[in-house]
């Protein structure tokens, strides 16, 4: 029993820091060579004690997301499968929640607005190309990456 003791301090110290998704605790507890006995003990017990709730950390996640690093969708999306989350799971919490298509565009708006003074004497064509670029790289589809770019440069050509 003392090694369950040890690996559910472990387990609880790993969780202090911030919410974690299951499949996060197992690979901590695998790379501190706890059997599987253990682990599946453990994994229950942090469940019954709601420590450890897949879907809770996966709503945890979007909203940081939403709030803190602006990205696509289908970046979160990938993220959040990387944790364990499961699809069917993260397709009912981003289309029943204000993480959708519409706030993706204008996340993706929001990220133009601030890079796009860097980019002042180019060329249209070069500014689509980085920004298009830069868009993919967070994440964003083709379309949400059109319309965006379109929307800032006739906002800023009006100006």
Do not use: C
């Not at 003791?5 to 996060?24: C, D, Q, V």
């Not at 204000?98 to 565009?105: G, K, R, V, W």
Request: glycine share 4%.
């Amino acid at each position: 029993m003392e090694d369950f003791e040890k690996f559910y301090n472990s387990a609880l110290r790993f969780l202090s820091y911030r919410p974690r998704s299951e499949k996060e605790v197992r690979d901590k507890l695998i790379s501190k060579k706890a059997t599987t006995e253990i682990i599946d003990k453990i994994i229950i017990k942090l469940k019954e004690k709601k420590f450890i709730n897949d879907e809770e950390f996966a709503k945890w996640f979007l909203e940081s997301r939403l709030r803190s690093k602006p990205q696509g969708i289908r970046l979160t999306e990938i993220e959040l499968r990387k944790k364990g989350i499961d699809k069917e799971l993260i397709d009912h919490l981003i289309h029943n929640s204000e993480f959708s298509i519409q706030n993706d565009l204008e996340q993706a708006k929001k990220l133009i607005e601030k890079r796009i003074t860097r980019y002042k004497g180019l060329d249209r064509q070069k500014i689509y190309q980085k920004l298009g670029r830069f868009l993919a790289s967070k994440g964003f589809d083709w379309d949400t990456i059109k319309k965006s770019i379109d929307y800032v440069q006739s906002q800023g050509e009006r100006s």
